[in-house]
């Protein structure tokens, strides 16, 4: 299966603590066929696992949203991507962590996609067939500051 | 029976019903109570056998050690008026209870029972006080009771209880006090959730202890070599390393105490079909319940107790797990190709707890290979049976040699292929050799420490030493093996059957082995370390069925072997590591 998927965060490059850290996911299809890609455990569905490393200033930032276990997907929960277009979703990363301000905070999306399906394929696919895919992506830098700096 | 204690309020009294029970007799016990004092006093039924055997009330020991208790465990809410009984002074009540159905009583010998009075709650209040104080934790009765121990003598080994497949024998290391099912007035909080979804609840709770319990017995209880090579630790954690498997213990650990000990609340705020529950980490003991968790079956794969044990394990407080992968085929791969991750994956442990299908937490043996099958090039007469074996020292590094009657052989470890020209005579080729050791050694070791250089040889009650750069023995020599080697135990002063050296993390040590039992000699104190003999089968992990003792001959491993110890015996040797601590497959 020729799949080739890449990620990439973008922001702003500095957020006041204590508002909304709303931060964009972009899921690129770099490869020459339709896929469907299981939204799980990815920020297409919000964030619903430990999907990042968040660390300020280089000390890691513990997560504190949700920890989901599954059973079987359902169809919408895959979305289609096609070739040379990518899955976009917005998501506020100061909903799952406890931030505070830092010079640098980084954000690693893991990579990893827990099921990915060639079009043409029949979906969802049941928990136990998944196939997942490890996705290669940059990690995302800001700061965090108390006041918006002027 | 009865005491005369003036300060006493009930005396708790056990008696069996006889004195020797066969494996296939009930143990009945009879349990009564009896109000000494001089007023009414109230008995919560809970805990005493007056409402059967429904939770962990008794200490059952036999030889010091505690029989398991592997009946039903109730999670309970406040009790009602009819949970009470009304003692009158003087008056007794009583029931009779089977401990061998509740108890894993397998050893045979002489056990004491005892009542955990500590669990018995009355008082002379109103059913509604006593409630009130029950209520607010305190357990411990407002009167004093006393009890007395029972005895009785099982006189024959009973086929030990298992659980998920595990047997659950005396899992003292985890029970000591803390550590199996328990009793416990714990308050379950449930929000959101209809009756009947706290009936599952409750029960899906009581299960989750139970296979949590068996899961800790099982990580906890094996054997080295099961920690090594048991199937069911292999499938759902992967290779062994001592870091994961010690953090998988201590996963156990806490998920059994959390979900036995801990105040769990459930929400039922959650319709998704496709999902079965969500936590947050950092808030435990909350679980939410969602769609999926209500069609699980109880037990089994993905079950609703499995999934306790899931939600349980993410908690940072408990063990802090991630959802790397999830369903079977998922944490099956994971356990081959990331065991750090599997590990530290929910899944990964509500599957190994579920145990289904149900996989041998035994480990498995070392083979049993043919001596001319991996040892090439053996001359004829020598392809096994042999009185010992020893490496070269000095000039003859690199070399190994076995020795049988009056003669012996050259193996070339780097080659490894027994060298051409043997066998040779021992007498014509070992020089100075005294009178009486020129055949039929029974062991021979290299020095080490203070001794190297040397190498001993070992017959009947005597030894000589050899030095390997004059490649002569030392003269003055025999000596007798007693005396000169200290602090050798009774029985262990003549007729070893091997010897060898320890590597890796027992380096430094020296193994003399006899019949089915072996020593630890310490080459830097020159001393026997104290403790043994100790049974060989106890202490050496998975050597097969054959090797465990009365070997022939024993020999460390050089070269591209270094960190082995080979064990010969008949035709057959087996191979140990040293530093997996166990015969190796």
Request: glycine letters at 8%; a neutral charge.
């Amino acid at each position: 299966m020729a799949v080739s998927l890449k990620y990439s965060l973008h922001g702003k490059s500095s957020y006041v603590l204590g508002k909304p850290i709303l931060i964009a996911f972009d899921l690129e299809n770099s490869s020459s066929t339709d896929l469907w890609i299981l939204k799980w455990y990815t920020p297409l569905e919000g964030i619903k696992g430990k999907i990042f490393e968040v660390t300020c200033d280089g000390e890691a930032i513990p997560y504190e949203g949700r920890l989901v276990k599954r059973g079987n997907p359902a169809e919408d929960d895959y979305v289609l991507v096609h070739p040379g277009s990518s899955a976009h979703a917005e998501f506020d990363l100061s909903e799952a962590y406890s931030l505070r301000e830092c010079k640098e905070c980084r954000l690693k999306f893991k990579g990893r996609i827990h099921d990915v399906v060639v079009d043409g394929q029949h979906i969802p696919h049941a928990a136990d067939q998944h196939v997942s895919v490890e996705v290669p992506g940059e990690p995302l830098l800001f700061r965090i500051e108390k006041v918006p700096t002027k | 029976m009865a005491s005369k204690d003036s300060n006493l309020d009930l005396f708790v009294g056990l008696e069996f019903s006889k004195r020797n029970y066969k494996a296939s007799d009930p143990q009945k016990l009879d349990f009564s109570i009896t109000n000494e004092s001089n007023k009414d006093i109230q008995v919560l039924k809970w805990h005493t056998p007056l409402e059967g055997l429904k939770s962990d009330m008794f200490r059952v020991e036999t030889a010091g050690e505690r029989a398991v208790y592997l009946g039903p465990i109730y999670k309970r809410g406040a009790p009602t008026e009819d949970d009470y009984i009304t003692l009158k002074p003087g008056e007794t009540v009583g029931a009779k209870v089977d401990l061998a159905n509740a108890y894993d009583i397998n050893r045979p010998g002489t056990q004491n029972v005892k009542y955990k009075t500590e669990h018995l709650h009355a008082g002379a209040e109103e059913p509604k006080t006593l409630t009130k104080s029950l209520m607010k934790g305190k357990v411990a009765p407002a009167v004093t009771v006393k009890s007395n121990t029972a005895t009785c003598t099982l006189v024959e080994s009973r086929q030990p209880k298992t659980l998920g497949g595990v047997e659950v024998r005396l899992a003292r290391k985890l029970s000591s006090e803390k550590g199996l099912p328990k009793a416990k007035a714990e308050k379950t909080s449930f929000s959101s959730c209809s009756q009947s979804r706290q009936t599952d609840l409750a029960t899906a709770l009581t299960k989750a202890v139970q296979i949590a319990a068996a899961a800790k017995s099982a990580v906890f209880n094996a054997s080295k070599c099961a920690q090594y090579s048991a199937p069911r630790y292999r499938e759902w954690f992967g290779k062994f390393k001592q870091s994961r498997y010690d953090a998988v213990k201590n996963h156990y650990d806490k998920i059994h105490d959390a979900l036995a000990n801990k105040d769990i609340t459930f929400f039922c705020d959650c319709a998704d079909g496709n999902t079965y529950a969500y936590v947050y980490p950092t808030k435990p003991y909350e679980i939410h319940l969602c769609g999926a968790f209500w069609n699980a079956p109880m037990m089994g794969t993905d079950s609703k107790a499995g999934t306790l044990v899931h939600e349980m394990s993410h908690f940072n407080a408990v063990a802090g797990t991630d959802d790397h992968v999830y369903g079977q085929s998922g944490c099956r791969n994971l356990a081959n190709s990331n065991p750090d991750d599997a590990v530290d994956n929910a899944d990964s442990h509500e599957y190994f707890a579920e145990n289904t299908p149900v996989l041998s937490m035994a480990g498995s043996p070392g083979s049993i290979i043919k001596v001319t099958d991996f040892w090439r090039s053996m001359p004829s007469g020598f392809a096994g049976s042999f009185d010992a074996a020893l490496n070269g020292g000095g000039p003859f590094s690199g070399k190994c040699y076995f020795f049988k009657g009056d003669k012996y052989i050259r193996y070339d470890w780097a080659n490894d292929r027994a060298d051409s020209g043997y066998p040779k005579s021992i007498a014509a080729n070992w020089k100075n050799l005294p009178a009486g050791f020129k055949s039929n050694f029974d062991a021979a070791i290299n020095g080490q420490g203070p001794f190297s250089g040397k190498c001993y040889f070992f017959k009947g009650d005597k030894y000589i030493r050899y030095d390997w750069g004059a490649d002569r023995a030392d003269t003055g020599y025999p000596k007798p093996i007693a005396g000169n080697w200290r602090d050798l135990p009774s029985g262990f002063k003549d007729k070893f059957d091997a010897a060898i050296n320890g590597g890796g993390p027992f380096a430094g040590k020296l193994y003399f082995f006899k019949g089915d039992s072996y020593i630890r000699y310490d080459w830097q104190t020159d001393r026997t370390d104290p403790g043994y003999p100790k049974k060989t089968a106890d202490f050496w992990s998975c050597m097969p069925p054959g090797f465990t003792g009365d070997f022939e001959a024993a020999l460390e491993g050089d070269k591209q072997f270094k960190g082995r110890g080979y064990f010969f015996k008949g035709t057959n040797y087996i191979r140990y590591s040293w530093a997996e601590d166990r015969a190796e497959e």
